[in-house]
């Protein structure tokens, strides 16, 4: 129990926190493969991916916390009031395990009509560099296009992400253990690169 209320303690960010964890997603959305950096004191004992989440979250936020801890879906909700939801009807999502691309797919994508009940998923990752695939980014916020390789994105991860139908789609952000962290806002085209362009 103990170790539970510091968990509690740890994840109630204080305002300054906040704002600046606000300000590297809000950075990492408007220029999409730039890498920014969350706050580091929160990161000592909360996972990265979840700083996102604690500062956007409120009484009125259906959050979802995939973790083979299920400690840290209690710590979210008790820290920030928000409301346990199911994943497909999430507003916020934390993922701080490896994402499967079927959980991916099950992400509310909102509509024309309704684009702002769309979900902002944050997902763990090793590393924002160093992976296999590489992907190429275009679109708003992109100047000209921008080459990235995410480490541990799960197979199928471009497809299962989806083309986007903007305004509808899911804002994603990837992020390494240490807060750094990729923004891939509903309105960035993603190109798989194949082997024959490297």
Excluded: Y
Aim: negative net charge; glycine residues 8%; contains cysteine.
């Amino acid at each position: 129990m103990n170790q539970t209320a510091e968990l509690i303690r740890s994840a109630t960010l204080r305002p300054d926190q906040a704002q600046r964890t606000f300000r590297a997603m809000l950075d990492a959305i408007a220029c999409p493969g730039r890498v920014t950096r969350l706050p580091q004191e929160p990161l000592e004992k909360v996972p990265a991916a979840l700083l996102p989440v604690l500062a956007l979250a409120d009484l009125g936020t259906g959050v979802h916390v995939l973790s083979d801890d299920p400690r840290w879906a209690d710590v979210t909700a008790v820290a920030t009031n928000a409301v346990p939801a199911p994943l497909a009807r999430a507003r916020l999502v934390a993922a701080l395990r490896p994402v499967t691309a079927a959980e991916l797919r099950t992400l509310h994508r909102g509509s024309a009509a309704a684009p702002e009940d769309a979900a902002l998923a944050a997902l763990a990752v090793p590393d924002v560099i160093g992976g296999e695939q590489a992907m190429r980014l275009t679109g708003p916020g992109v100047p000209g296009e921008v080459v990235i390789a995410p480490a541990g994105l799960p197979e199928g991860f471009a497809p299962a992400r989806g083309p986007g139908d903007f305004p509808a789609g899911i804002d994603l952000l990837l992020v390494a253990p240490d807060g750094r962290l990729l923004g891939l806002p509903r309105s960035t085209h993603l190109e798989l690169i194949t082997s024959r362009e490297d």
